[in-house]
Nanobody, 124 residues
Framework: QVQLVESGGGSVQAGDSLRLSCVVSGRTFSNYVMGWFRQAPGKEREFVGAISWGGGRTLYADSVKGRFTISRDNAKNTVFLQMNSLKPEDTAVYHC?????????????????WGQGTQVTVSS
């Protein structure tokens, strides 16, 4: 059984930074492409970014490119989302997800395992 547990969310002011973490247990973490998605109230789930098995390739949504950075530590079974210059429109529940595919994808259907999410609230 694969489990993903996010942490690091909170309430911040516009312009602040947060670092989210997602710890994966149950299977070999380094086999997965890892992604981050978010969902705001009343909105559809939105792709944020993804990182390859070895961390050498990343993919970002245009809305976060240049502000957010994904990284991973395979020795600690953890993927990170560093969020800088946060905006009120970044307010959402952030979920990490794991995919068996070797390809980076912005489609949620390509991800097999999901965490419960962590709330990020950005006030102006």
């Amino acid at each position: 059984q694969v489990q993903l547990v996010e942490s690091g969310g909170g309430s911040v002011q516009a312009g602040d930074s947060l670092r989210l973490s997602c710890v994966v247990s149950g299977r070999t973490f380094s086999n997965y492409v890892m992604g981050w998605f978010r969902q705001a109230p009343g909105k559809e789930r939105e792709f944020v970014g993804a990182i390859s098995w070895g961390g050498g390739r990343t993919l970002y949504a245009d809305s976060v490119k240049g502000r957010f950075t994904i990284s991973r530590d395979n020795a600690k079974n953890t993927v990170f989302l560093q969020m800088n210059s946060l905006k009120p429109e970044d307010t959402a529940v952030y979920h990490c997800a794991a995919s068996y595919s070797s390809e980076l994808s912005n489609r949620g259907i390509r991800y097999t395992y999901w965490g419960q999410g962590t709330q990020v609230t950005v006030s102006s």
